[in-house]
């Protein structure tokens, strides 16, 4: 019987590679080039399977053009990229990546945090510059983290493993906002309070956003948001570009209404909002809150697996549309 045919539309470990080759008949973008939608439409043709990242769009556009395609695993807990109504309405299966880089991420909110308040990158820079000629007494004096109030907008996986980082390795408060509240189990373990995102931006000292991406939480954050905050706050998105009005922020940052901020995603990315490149209180870093080596291979096996599950009769591990028959 012949195998069923799958392409993997960026460049992956050489390792999954090889392990889909036992069970497909692979197509891969090694090269790691950039396709444009028409030319991952050509590429697609005659393929059951697709191994996508964050990066590829699947609409109805790609959906239409496209009529053997069964299945999209996404190496990405996020899957904004899949247009989920017209997955479902063409038949098409889309799974995602979540758990398996939760802690991974965590660690890299609470870093993206630490550097945003403590001014790590803002003060390196200017060590590096040649600038360091005294010591003085305000110099890149940031605010604390220990026994600050931390705010989690989006407490989900990872918004409660932020949450537990905080609460018992820093002795913060922590308060969050959901749609929907957590169990009580749930809240005791992560020593968090439920607040309204109003309250949530008025009193916090560190707001971090880890929400999924949506037309719902689309600018979560934006110019009337930002007024609400302390002028002392500092604002992160490991979230997703869209989740923060990104020209509002810069114009923000640039007069200090807040004190600063740390983004590992952006609006457009990978284009980054001129602004932010110039203004001086913001980290910024490449998307790189799940890049750890092992991490990132368990997000590939967790995407491998989907698919070879799904050929194999299984059904997909971790699907985010619906599965006939369940
Ligand atoms: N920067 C990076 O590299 C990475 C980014 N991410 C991003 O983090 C996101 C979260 O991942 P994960 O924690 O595993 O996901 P979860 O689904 O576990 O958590 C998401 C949380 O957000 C809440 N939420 C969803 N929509 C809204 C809304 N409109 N307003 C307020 N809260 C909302 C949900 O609660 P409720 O439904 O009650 O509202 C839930 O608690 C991913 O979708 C991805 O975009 C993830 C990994 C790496
Ligand atoms: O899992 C997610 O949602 C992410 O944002 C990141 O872990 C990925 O690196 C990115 O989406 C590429 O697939």
Redesign the pocket.
């Known amino acids: 019987m012949s195998k069923p045919k799958i392409l993997v539309a960026r460049a992956i470990f050489p390792e999954t590679i090889e392990r889909l080759s036992q069970h497909f008949e692979v197509e891969s973008n090694q090269s790691d080039e950039s396709w444009s939608k028409e030319q991952l439409i050509a590429r697609l043709q005659g393929k059951q399977g697709a191994f996508t990242t964050g990066s590829e769009r699947i609409d109805a556009a790609v959906l239409d053009a496209c009529p053997d395609l069964k299945i999209c695993a996404n190496m990405?807990?996020?899957y904004?990229n899949f247009d989920v109504d017209a997955m479902t309405a063409h038949g098409v299966l889309g799974t995602n990546a979540?758990d398996v880089?939760?802690e991974t991420?965590a660690d890299f909110g609470f870093a993206l945090l630490m550097a945003t308040a403590r001014r790590i990158a803002e003060s390196e820079h200017f060590l590096r510059a040649g600038k360091w000629q005294k010591w003085s007494f305000d110099m890149f004096a940031g605010s604390d983290i220990h026994g600050s109030t931390l705010g989690i907008?989006?407490?989900?996986?990872?918004?409660q493993g932020i949450a537990k980082r905080g609460a018992h390795g820093f002795g913060m408060k922590v308060i969050y906002?959901?749609?929907?509240k957590l169990d009580a189990a749930l809240e005791a373990e992560c020593k968090a309070s439920y607040v309204s995102k109003e309250e949530l931006l008025k009193t916090a000292d560190h707001v971090v956003l880890?929400?999924?991406?949506?037309p719902?939480?689309h600018h979560?954050i934006g110019a009337a948001e930002i007024a609400l905050m302390k002028p002392t706050a500092t604002l992160v998105n490991?979230?997703?570009g869209g989740i923060v009005d990104d020209a509002a922020l810069a114009v923000a940052l640039r007069e200090k209404r807040i004190a600063a901020a740390g983004l590992?995603?952006f609006e457009g990315e990978p284009k980054v909002h001129p602004d932010l490149l110039t203004v001086p209180n913001v980290v910024l870093t490449p998307?790189?809150?799940?890049a750890t080596v092992p991490t990132r291979r368990a997000m590939a096996d967790l995407a491998a697996d989907n698919l070879i599950a799904y050929f194999g009769g299984k059904g997909p591990l971790t699907p985010v549309t619906p599965v006939p028959g369940k």
Do not use: E, F, K, Q
């Open positions: 990405a807990v996020g904004n979540p880089l939760t991420t907008i989006g407490m989900g996986r990872i918004g906002h959901n749609r929907s880890v929400v999924p991406y949506s719902a939480s979560t490991i979230a997703r590992d995603v998307h790189i809150a799940s």
